[in-house]
Each structure stands twice: as structure tokens, then as C-alpha cells.
């Protein structure tokens, strides 16, 4: 009697779980209380145990997958940031004290998609998995070079001052400073491991931002240092009744300064994110991965780095979503910036022959290399595509996961029946680029599954290359398990002599081995796909309790001072308990390791200019007498260097050309500086330099559209394009009210040969535009100039055109033909007189607190062809249950059918021309993701929306209000419905004296 009753009260908790969980929501602020998280986290995690498996949810994540795999995007969707405002001092944040509270962060939205339609749990049970050959190499290999560098400096970092789980321990450095976030907080520290400031809930960073950033400490936390301009990057994403990730970039190379804050909302849940630097000037962004929680939901981004860097609006994110499994964004490390032209890289892994990734599923295991070019001028032209998959036999083949996905209990531990998590089933951050001019590299790691049969987790790694114009090709792969400790949580990183440092935890309850943290590392010369004997950089000396939520990462990052230096940090127990977890902070060093450090490694110079010179120094392990040299110096020029050989303790020189106007023609030439040691030529460094060589000014360009004397030109958003012209290296665009260009309304330089300009025009109006090609030699000629006039008001005609009525539904008379349905759940459409705009009636449906699918459907409309401009105009109010400021639980949006009411399709956001769409719906609603309207609240509004699409059809037109089954608000009215067309003036157009 007693099972039965415990089995009744955890259906009844599972199947009430969503709308308890959104009933106990606080309408005014989207947060739940403490206790009910705890409590539903809890049961949901029994429901899932008992209930779900092997028979939940299948039919509805077969479909889900269905719908992700044929709806990627073909081309790039827009987001607004919000910001920017510039943040306090953050030595000036609240100190935070520890929290009493114990709460798991839980992954309920993935846990429900982990199974396949037959019951079982994705990533388990494939008849084709064989023992990593991989793993088998590293377990009969011994040391290839010693052992691997002890820790020279090691101190604490934060613990579990939120008490919550995972750690999500995540750590960058820059000159002078270590930059700690961990879970809910962060914290700074000096390179000696000096507190200077901290910890603090890294939420308090956007004190005085507002919204979601603001109001919710939600963790996920990734910290970034932007080698390349010399700043930090902090992020957290805020969850809590919203679906933002919050950026915060530092005004200074100071990390104990200001920052520039920024909020992207993005269209789902941005849940498991990861960020990479990416300087190329043509792509210039912080590229981003997410997962969304549903199968096939994960999505890549692009957000405005130049933007962000200089605390100005930046251009709106461009996504792409969709992607069978988790994109990790590459971020680059070291002096030189990507090869020109390089889109964002991001991987992801693909099991073979498991349908999560497809159905049906992929023949074989593959690493897929993705290029994201991002164009911020003209978003319509970005693209996302796989440019390489990696497969057998040119890599290894793989177990997917240790457990299976999701399969959050997995790695045993002595002493308690508490198993913990391997999160083996995503890349783990980051994943590396470098450019050493000679060849680009590419380095990452993820957890694998060594054994066909049993688990044993151990890091799998691998590092692309790719030489000039080349395809990228795998250069080296490993397993790294050298016995039958598990490894895993692996992070990896490259310094700028090419060795290799990967940090990780152990695991082995066999061997009484508890959560601790290992490192190992080669040097660049060693044999392919093999590790150096492992060290140990901390012992565990105590067990978890209670939780089995592990990770979800953690950080190695190398020295930008010496380009040699690792730098790592992770999670460890040092006393068992429930959520006890610290962390540790460390570093080491490869003895001889030498870099030439430059800040300006890639420069272009006039053809005019005589001169032109590189700062560098020696950094790392430099303590000897150094030769210089330069290779392919350019031809015609003089290579010299102000200090030759550089004597310690003296470490700086200058590589001066000299003769180039006279000797050297225009054209682009890479050089390498190299540096030997006097005494042991074994010993040298190396560093990629180029030089831009360009001849004069370059020639005017022609304007191409809008074309000269254009009409109808959007007020609201319009590109503009040129012809490009070779020797320019941008071009700077005017706006104008007038044909001298003394009243320029906006400016703007773009290194492309296009700009989408989206000041806000007036209607009717003369506007004029030029384009002025530039390079390093200075302004070239500026183009002839063009003209053209605005649009009128969005939905009215323009001069000589006159507004005419195809048809008007007022309904004060009744319905009008228009009539109420139910696709799901309660119907309350009804002509009502509470709140009309006009008159005496209109439609009104209540946002009701029970999960509904309702729409409103007129009759037949049939349109008139040939008429210059269709729009349908309707007052609209709403009062509807919004997720944030940018999403929405409860939603009403606008759908047309073309074939007598058969089938509808919503009418896209860019045919609204008033009252934009408030944003998606939230991922469990009825209609997961798509954009509808629920201001909250919103007064009358007269709503314009473009139908020339539909000239010459029959249509019928609907409203159709999607609603959760929690939290009610007043709902939906819509009022005086038209469709409007725009004909020839006959009066104006004889009024010449010319009628007959």
C-alpha cells in the first residue's frame, strides 16, 4: 500500500510539474520561490527515474528532431542587444556572503529528450561501439619525454559559496590579472594568487542595467580574455522567467574597472552557452553556441564585438539554429588575428549510427568542422556552413558517451552510492585557434567512453591544421587513458610554441581515488597523439553526497605575457558533504620555453612611407644570449634590428625595414622573426609578422543601388551598394538631406562594398548619398552622388496614389463572416463590449490559465491584383503573460491561408510594418518558438501589415492566441479589421487639360 501510494503521489507531482512550477511563478517579476524549486526539482528528478524511461515523450521528441533537421536556417535570423550603460568599479560590487541554500541547477528540459522512440537512452546500447583504439595506444605508451612540469604556483579559488551545483568553473588571464567565475560568483585575483577583489554574485556587476540581467544570478558564467584588444569579457545568462545572456567588457584593460554592459535576449533558452574571441576584420564578432533543451535545438550566434568594445548600440546578433548537437565557437588565442577573411570556426561530434544525430542516423563517428562569415553590413549574405567532416579513417572512431545521454548518475565513487556526472556527451570549452602564419591550428577535447562494454571515461583530443589556402586536415589525435582511472572534464589549450596542457578530473572508487585534478602536456616536437606522463595538481580527500551534478567545465588558458605559461583551474572535493566542492587555481611552465611576444605583428604602410617597424620582446624562460634573424625579408627592403643579439637581462628589440618607397613594390609579405639561442641552437622562437604594402590612394567607386532618383525607398531600413574597388581597404558611406552634404544624418565606414542603414527617414522626402573609398595611404575620390525619395508612412500611399477599402469588418452589426474554433483546449473568443476601441463591439479572448490553442477566422477575402500596395490594418490591444522583455509564455499572432481555409501559414515579422512581434514563444508551448505578440499590457494600437503577396488570391485570414496552463491575464482584443489598397489618382492624373 505504501509503494502505491508513493507511486500515485510522484504521477501526480510529474504531471502537474510545468503548471505548478508556472502557477507558483510571481507574475510580476518571473521568479519562483525558493522552496518550490527545490521541491519540483526534486520530484521531477523521480518522475524522470521512474516514469520516463523507456517509454516518455517519444512521440513528441521523434517530432521535434524531425522538425529541427528540416527547418535550419538557410539564412541568418536577427536579435536586438540592449545596451549599453557603463557599469561601477567592480572593487566598488558587494562582497558576497556564503548561502545556506543547497540547490542542484537542473537540466530537466534535456533529461526529457534523451531517449530514443524504441525507449532507449540516446548514446547507449549501439552494437557498433568497439574499444577506442585510441585509448588502447595510451595505455601501452610510456613517457615520451618525462614527466609533465609540476605546478609552480597553486592556490584556492572559489567554492560553493551559492550552494549550487554544477561548479561551472571558468577562468581567463590576462598581463596582469586571473579572472574567476564560478557558478554564481566571481572573483580577481593577481598572477601569485592575491584576492584583489571579490567574490561577488556576478549578477551585481549589472546593478542599475535593469531587466533580467540585473534581477537574476543564474549562472553559466564564462569569462574571456580578448588577447587581441586587451580586454575581458564577462558573461552569465539569466533564466529566471527570461532567456538573455548578459556580456560585460571591460573599458580598460583593467578587469577592477568599469565595464560596458549589454543584454542579447535570445529566441530560446540559451542554456550550456560558450563564447570565442574572433578578430578577423571581415567577421568581427564574440561568436556564441547554446543549447536550447530540445532534440535538434542547438543554435550558434554572432554578436557585434567591434560594437561592444567601444561602448557603443551595437548591430543587431545574427543566429542560426537548429544543429543536431552542441557548436562549440572557436576563440583565438595568441598575437596574430585569423587568416583575412576567416569566418567564426565552432565543432561539434556526431555518434554514428545513434539517431539522436538523425533519422536515420549517420553512417559514421565525425568531427564536423562549421565556418559562420558573418556580414554585420548585410545580414542576408552571413552564412553558417560545414566546410569539413572529419571521419574514418582520417580520426579514430569514438563511444559517444560514458553513460548515455544525459545520464546525469554515471562515474562511481568510494564510500558513498552517489555517482556523479560526466557530461560526456558535449565539447568541452574551449576550443583553440592559432595563427602561426605558417599554418592555422585548431585544438579541442571532449569525454568519451573507452570501452564497447562497461564505462571508463577518458578526454579524447585532436588539433586540425591548415597551411596558406589549403582544406584543414587532421594533424593529431589522442585518448589520453593510461590505466583505469576515469578522466574526464577535460579542458585544453595551445601556447605560442605549439605544446599542448590539458587539465581534467579523476575519478576512480576501485583504487579509493577521489574527484580530484590532474594535468598533463607535450611539447610541440614530440611524437603525434601522444601525452606526457600525467601530474597531479591536487588530491581529493573527500567524496560528494547527495548531488550527482559535476562540471560543467573547466578552464586552461595560456600566459599572453609569455605565450608559454598554462594557467588551469577546476573542481575538486576536499570534504565529503553535500554540495562541497572547491576549486583550485594553478599554473606551469615547460623549462626553455621562449616566445617572441609582439603587439603589432601585422602592419600596412603607404607606398610613399620610406619606413616601418616591429616592437617585440623575448618572453617565458629567457635567461641566455639570443640571435636574431628574419626570414623573406622583402625584397628591396633593408631588415634590421635595433638590438641583435639581445643580451638578458635585457629581453626587447625592434625589426626595422628601411628603403621600402624606393625598393619595394606594392603587394603583401609575410615574414618570420626568428630567435636561436647562442649556444644551444635546438632553441629557437619564432613569430609570424606581415606587411601590407599599399601603392597610393585608391580610384572613385560607383553607386549602384538604390539607384539614381530611386522612389519608394524604405524609411525604416534600406542597403545601400557600390561596385568594390581594388587598393581599398574600406569606404566610408553619407547620408544626407541635402546635395552638399552640409547636413549629414549619417556616417558610417565598412570594409564592405555594402551598408544596411537603418536611421529612421522622414516619409515623402529627398534624400542624398556618396561613398568615399579609403586606405592606409589615405581618402581616395569620392563617388559621383545619388539621390532618391522615402516611402510614405508605412500602409499609407504615396503622392498621387489614393487609399481605397477592399473590405471592412467593424463588428457592430455581429461577426461579419468571422468565426471562433478550439485546435486544443478551452475556446473563449466572443464579441464583447468591455474595451472596444471604436464603436460598440469587437472580439476579445481571455489569456486563461489552461493550456489552449484557439483562433478566430474570417471568411473568403478576395484581393485586388495590380494595385500598388495591399495592407491590412486592425486596432490591437494585449494584455498577455510575457517571459521577459523579449519573449512570451502565452502569445496571439496573425496566420493567412490561400487555400480555402486548409492550411494557414503566420505571416513573418517582416511584413509587420507597425507593431512589431514581442518575441517567441516559450520552447514548451504549443507553438515552441514562434514570434507572436503578448505586451503586457499594450494599449490600442493600429497594427499595419504588408499582403502584397496575396494580390489576385482568395484568402482568409485568422488570430490565433496560444496560452500555458499557468498565470492568466486579461487577454487579447482586436477591433476594426481593413484591408486597404492604394490606386491611381485619375483626378490627378488629368489635371493637365488634356482629359480628351
Known sequence: MKSFLLLFLVLQIGNSYGQFLHSSKNSENNVYAPWVES???????????????????????????????????????????????????????????????????????????????????????????????????????????????????????????????????????????????????????????????????????????????????????????????????????????????????????????????????????????KLGVWADEQNNAYFMGTNSGIANGYDVYAIDRASLLAGVTPRKAQYFQGYANFMLPADNDGSLVPSAGSGGFFYTMIDGRDDYFSDPPPANDSIDLYEFKVDWDFPAQSTFNLIKSFQPPEIAEFNWTVCGLFARACLEQAGTAIKIDSGSWWPMQRFVYRNFGAYESLLGSWTVNT?????????????????????????????????????????????????????????????????????TARRSNEPLGQLRNEATLID????????????????????????????????????????????????????????????????????????????????????????????????????????????????????????LSAGV?????????????????SLVATAALNLDVVDGVPMATQLQAPINVATLVSTISRTFQWQVIPNSSSYLFELATDAAFTQVIESHVTSSAQYLSQVSLLPETSYYWRVTTQNICGDGMVSPVFSFTSSPLAGQCEIGISPQTVQIFDFENGAQGWSSSSLSGFNSWQLASTNPNTGLQHWHITDITQESDTVLTSENIIMPSGNNTLTLHFDNAQDMEANGSSACWDGGLIEVSTDNGETFVAIGADKLLTDSYDGPLQSSSLLPGQNSWCGNPQAYLESIINLDDYRGQTIQLRFRLVTDSAVGFEGWDIDSVKIQSCVIDLGIVFNNGFEN
Open 540 to 659: 581529493a580527500t573527500g567524496v560528494q553526497t547527495q548531488t550527482f551534478r559535476w562540471g560543467d567545465y573547466s578552464s586552461i588558458n595560456v600566459d599572453p605575457v609569455d605565450e608559454c605559461r598554462f594557467w588551469m583551474s577546476a573542481e575538486y572535493i576536499q570534504t565529503t558533504g553535500d554540495n562541497s566542492w572547491n576549486t583550485r587555481i594553478a599554473s606551469f611552465n615547460f623549462p626553455d620555453c621562449v616566445s617572441v611576444v609582439t603587439s603589432n605583428p601585422s602592419q600596412s604602410v603607404c607606398s610613399v612611407d620610406d619606413l616601418a617597424s616591429f616592437d617585440f620582446n623575448l618572453a617565458g624562460d629567457f635567461t641566455a644570449t639570443t640571435n636574431l634573424s628574419v626570414l623573406t625579408c622583402p625584397s628591396g627592403a633593408g631588415c634590421n634590428f635595433s638590438v641583435n643579439p639581445i643580451i638578458s637581462p635585457n629581453s626587447n628589440s625592434q625589426l626595422l625595414l628601411s628603403n
Open 39 to 273: 521541491i519540483l526539482f526534486q520530484a521531477k528528478n523521480l518522475t524522470n527515474g521512474l516514469f520516463l524511461s523507456p517509454f516518455k515523450n517519444q512521440t513528441n521528441a521523434k517530432n521535434l528532431k524531425s522538425n529541427f533537421n528540416n527547418n535550419i536556417n538557410k539564412h541568418s535570423q536577427l536579435l536586438p542587444i540592449k545596451g549599453p550603460l557603463v557599469s561601477q568599479k567592480v572593487v566598488n560590487l558587494k562582497i558576497v556572503k556564503a548561502s545556506a541554500q543547497i540547490v542542484d541547477i537542473g537540466e530537466s528540459e534535456n533529461e526529457n529528450n534523451a531517449f530514443a522512440a524504441n525507449g532507449r537512452r540516446y548514446g547507449t546500447n549501439n552494437p557498433n561501439d568497439k574499444d577506442d583504439i585510441l585509448a588502447l595506444e595510451s595505455q601501452q605508451s610510456t613517457s615520451v619525454a618525462g614527466l609533465t612540469p609540476s605546478a609552480d604556483v597553486s592556490f584556492e579559488g572559489l567554492n560553493r559559496l551559492s550552494n549550487r551545483s554544477p561548479a561551472d568553473v571558468s577562468m581567463t588571464v590576462g598581463k596582469n590579472h586571473i579572472v574567476q567565475m564560478v557558478n554564481l560568483v566571481f572573483a580577481i585575483y593577481d598572477k601569485s594568487g592575491i584576492l584583489l577583489a571579490g567574490p561577488f554574485d556576478t549578477n551585481t556587476l549589472w546593478q542599475g542595467f535593469g531587466g533580467a540581467c540585473e534581477d537574476n544570478n543564474n549562472g553559466d558564467a564564462i569569462a574571456l580574455y580578448d588577447q587581441q584588444a586587451d580586454r575581458y569579457v564577462l558573461s552569465q545568462f539569466a533564466t529566471s522567467g527570461a532567456q538573455s545572456v548578459c556580456f560585460a567588457v571591460s573599458t580598460t584593460n583593467d578587469p577592477l574597472g568599469t565595464y560596458y554592459l549589454y543584454e542579447l535576449a535570445t529566441q530560446r533558452t540559451p542554456d550550456y552557452y
Open 451 to 519: 570501452l564497447a562494454n562497461g564505462e571508463h571515461a577518458a578526454p579524447r583530443w585532436f588539433e586540425m591544421r591548415k597551411s596558406g589556402a589549403g582544406q584543414w586536415y587532421m594533424h593529431q589525435q589522442g585518448t589520453y587513458a593510461p590505466d583505469d582511472t576515469h578522466r574526464w572534464m577535460s579542458s585544453i589549450a595551445m601556447n605560442g610554441q605549439g605544446d599542448i596542457g590539458m587539465v581534467y578530473n579523476v575519478l576512480d572508487a576501485t583504487n579509493n581515488i577521489n574527484p580530484g585534478i590532474r594535468f
Open 665 to 681: 613594390s606594392a603587394g603583401n609579405y609575410p615574414m618570420m622573426l626568428v630567435a636561436t639561442d647562442s649556444l644551444d641552437a
